[in-house]
Each structure stands twice: as structure tokens, then as C-alpha cells.
């Protein structure tokens, strides 16, 4: 069946616009978590949903960062004023959620952010 | 404050040589471990997970990790690796209590010569 599937692939933009991607998660999976991956580094949690509310959002890193799941499927990550520092691949992950935490997380290919 | 180790950023091996690759955590409470790998070009997949049970887990193409809770530590081993093994593996734990955020460690990237 199909992934979970992240657009654009790639989104090259100037420093202080603003950028959506955009996260689909596998069909049915009410679980979806958000990450973002630096260059030499594992990925580092945002937020997660479960369903259409975001159920932990501690890893945002400030409020220019801000992600949507409204009907508890497709979510857009939203970054307003972007700054060269959030450079970095940005992963989207699903899950069944229905053991939990102990939920294998299935991952896109991610969205390359380039803010130049 | 929560964190994964991996000891080594990279790692070099011939084919059927045997792999370790190390990872320490620091958590609180009752924690889930796992480890993913990232082949070339590819998305990240799960390899294996502990959350529970003998602490001896077995994966998928032949990979074993051991939980040693009085060290802190979720080691991931293969007895003889295949050039097919080449790629970055990360270790990750989130806790029952925690919610559902999983801390990644920073990955090893395995070469294996043919």
C-alpha cells in the first residue's frame, strides 16, 4: 500500500518568507508525529498528533513554528519568517497508535528545506 | 535530560566481520527502545524494538539488540554483515510515561566493503 508521502520533495526559499509542507500520512494511521533533521544529526522531535489535535508539541522549537491536522489526516507545517537556521530535512512519521509509544513509526522521505 | 548516545559516527567493516554499534540513554521511567536504519535513498524503517519481555530482541535481515537496563544501554549486533547492510542506523527510546516524543540519537553510518 502507499507510504506516507511529504511534499514539495524540495522547497528552496529567502530568509523571512513563509513555508508550508505538507504531510500524508498512511490511510487509517491517526497517529502522526513531525521531526526535523540537521546535517549530521538524528531526527529531532516537533510535535505529534494524535488525530486532529496536537497531543505534544513541546518540540517547537519557537512560535514562528506551527503544524495543522484538521480532519486527522493530511497536516501542513507551517513556518512563518523563516531563518537560515531552520535549514534542514523536515520528516513526517505515522502510526497506527494503537499500542502506544511502542507504535512503529512509518516515515516519508521528507521535505529538504533550504533557507537561503 | 533525555538523550541517545551513539558512540561511533561512523563505522567501517568488511563483509562478515560481526557489528556492534552502541547506544545509551538517559530517560525516566519505563522506557520503549528501538532501532531504525536508513538505507541509501530510502525512508527510514524500523529494524527492531524492546518495550517489554527477554531482553534480547530480534529484528529483521538477521539484526539483534540486547537491553541492558543496569547500563542504560541497547546495543545492536549482527554476527556477519553483507554489503546490503551498508546505510545509517539510529537508536531512539520513548517512555510510556512520556508520551509518544522519541528522542533519536545523532546515527552511525555503516560501511560495509565487499
Known amino acids: 500500500g502507499a507510504g506516507v508521502s511529504q511534499t514539495p520533495s524540495n522547497k528552496v526559499t529567502e530568509k523571512g518568507k513563509y513555508v508550508e509542507l505538507r504531510c500524508d500520512p498512511i490511510s487509517g494511521h491517526t497517529a502522526l508525529y513531525w521531526y526535523r533533521q540537521s546535517l549530521g544529526q538524528g531526527p529531532e522531535f516537533l510535535i505529534y498528533f494524535q488525530g486532529t489535535g496536537a497531543a505534544d508539541d513541546s518540540g517547537l522549537p519557537n512560535d514562528r513554528f506551527f503544524a495543522v491536522r484538521p480532519e486527522g489526516s493530511v497536516s501542513t507545517l507551517k513556518i512563518q519568517r523563516t531563518e537560515r537556521g531552520d535549514s534542514a530535512v523536515y520528516l513526517c512519521?505515522?502510526?497506527?497508535?494503537?499500542?502506544?509509544?511502542?507504535?512503529?513509526?512509518?516515515f516519508g522521505p521528507g521535505t529538504r528545506l533550504t533557507v537561503l | 535530560a533525555q538523550s541517545v548516545s551513539q558512540h561511533n559516527h561512523h563505522v567501517i567493516l568488511s563483509e562478515a566481520a560481526s557489528l556492534e554499534l552502541g547506544c545509551n540513554y538517559s530517560y525516566g521511567g519505563t522506557v520503549n527502545l528501538f532501532w531504525y536504519v536508513q538505507y541509501p535513498g530510502q525512508h527510514l524503517q524500523l529494524l527492531l524494538k524492546y518495550f517489554s519481555g527477554d531482553p534480547l530482541v530480534k529484528g529483521i535481515k538477521g539484526f539483534e539488540a540486547e537491553f541492558i537496563k543496569s547500563k542504560f544501554s541497547f546495543n545492536l549486533r549482527k554476527p556477519s554483515v553483507q554489503w546490503s547492510d551498508t546505510a545509517e542506523y539510529f537508536c531512539a527510546v520513548n517512555s510510556n510515561t512520556g508520551g509518544f516524543k522519541t528522542i533519536f540519537g545523532a546515527g552511525t553510518r555503516l560501511f560495509v566493503k565487499a
Open positions: 512519521a505515522s502510526s497506527l497508535a494503537r499500542a502506544g509509544p511502542t507504535d512503529t513509526q512509518y
